[in-house]
Nanobody
């Protein structure tokens, strides 16, 4: 079964921290670029951070220096540590696996989404 299961998120005051975690199916983790995206109300989904299997990472300019993506290849998990949160970080956060080797025509897998709300 190909799936992503997210955990974490919630409500935090500005300046606080939250940690998101995403566990991927074993069958896709090693062949995927793992990433986190977010979508705020009325806005398009945007990339927050992503990590390749080799450990290369990249971040949206708006989160650089505040967010850290980490990848645990042994446990098929990718986490997003979010520090110094701002109200503009409020969004639904989605875990994504971009399959470098598509499976049955499927090249992207998405998690169910988790709400992050930052109060001012």
């Amino acid at each position: 079964q190909v799936q992503l299961v997210e955990s974490g998120g919630g409500l935090v005051q500005a300046g606080g921290s939250l940690r998101l975690a995403c566990v991927a199916s074993k069958s896709i983790f090693s062949i995927s670029i793992m990433g986190w995206y977010r979508q705020a109300p009325g806005k398009q989904r945007e990339l927050v951070a992503r990590s390749t299997n080799g450990g290369n990472t990249n971040y949206a300019d708006s989160v650089k220096g505040r967010f850290t993506i980490s990848r645990d290849n042994a446990n098929y998990t990718v986490t997003l540590q979010m520090n110094s949160l701002k109200p503009e970080d409020t969004a639904v956060y989605y875990c994504n696996a971009h399959l470098l080797i598509p499976i049955g025509g499927l090249s992207d897998v998405w998690g169910q989404g988790t709400q992050v709300t930052v109060s001012s």
